[in-house]
T-cell receptor
Framework: SQQGEEDPQALSIQEGENATMNCSYK?????LQWYRQNSGRGLVHLIL?????REKHSGRLRVTLDTSKKSSSLLITASRAADTASYFC??????????????FGKGMKLTVNP | DGGITQSPKYLFRKEGQNVTLSCEQN?????MYWYRQDPGQGLRLIYY???????QKGDIAEGYSVSREKKESFPLTVTSAQKNPTAFYLC????????????FGEGSWLTVV
């Protein structure tokens, strides 16, 4: 099953610019997370926002959540070449038996040019 | 250092062979997961285990098998029944009380030759 979908699928910007990525999902959620993946590496957790939160900050990251529109955005301010990576949103779904699992979107590739 | 170790990083398999990917964690996490990643497809859940000696199928379990004999270890076997096994495989774990925050290993590339 695929819950979150990132938009755009690819983004290329210059160093110092801001990068905005959007994620849309289909069903009700308890929380939404963003992960980062450098090429050929594992995913790294960036930030989690709960369904009762509207905005959250972590360093140069700003995440918003609009549950009425079933969408979230990730803003990276003052981008650096080292921010070049793929970014995934992930939402929770219930396993059979009631526990939660994460469902990942297809990812969005961000390229920050020096 | 605490973390998740996957091995090998690169593995080549001949058609008809079974191969096993190793995943070890020293984070004392209860839950462990295996994901498959194909280009442009995102991550898809193969198997997960919430406690030792118990595991459940994910969304694409056919052609794969797992075991969870120890809390620290969750090996994945890609069997010959998996028709298109070439992919990037990611192992992950999470604490029981924060199952929605997952920590990933560095991944293993499997190529069928």
């Amino acid at each position: 099953s695929q819950q979150g979908e990132e938009d755009p699928q690819a983004l290329s910007i210059q160093e110092g610019e801001n990068a905005t990525m959007n994620c849309s999902y289909k069903t009700s959620i308890n929380n939404l997370q963003w992960y980062r993946q450098n090429s050929g590496r594992g995913l790294v957790h960036l930030i989690l926002i709960r369904s009762n939160e509207r905005e959250k900050h972590s360093g140069r990251l700003r995440v918003t959540l609009d549950t009425s529109k079933k969408s979230s955005s990730l803003l990276i301010t003052a981008s650096r070449a080292a921010d070049t990576a793929s970014y995934f949103c992930a939402t929770d779904e219930l396993f059979q038996g009631g526990s939660e699992k994460l469902v990942f979107g297809k990812g969005m590739k961000l390229t920050v040019n020096p | 250092d605490g973390g998740i170790t996957q091995s090998p990083k690169y593995l080549f398999r001949k058609e008809g062979q079974n191969v096993t990917l190793s995943c070890e964690q020293n984070l004392n996490h209860d839950a462990m997961y295996w994901y498959r990643q194909d280009p442009g497809q995102g991550l898809r859940l193969i198997y997960y285990s919430q406690i030792v000696n118990d595991f459940q199928k994910g969304d694409i379990a056919e052609g794969y098998s797992v075991s969870r004999e120890k809390k620290e270890s969750f090996p994945l076997t890609v069997t010959s029944a998996q028709k298109n096994p070439t992919a990037f495989y990611l192992c992950a774990s999470s604490p029981w009380d924060r199952r929605n925050t997952i920590y990933f290993g560095e991944g293993s590339w499997l190529t069928v030759v």
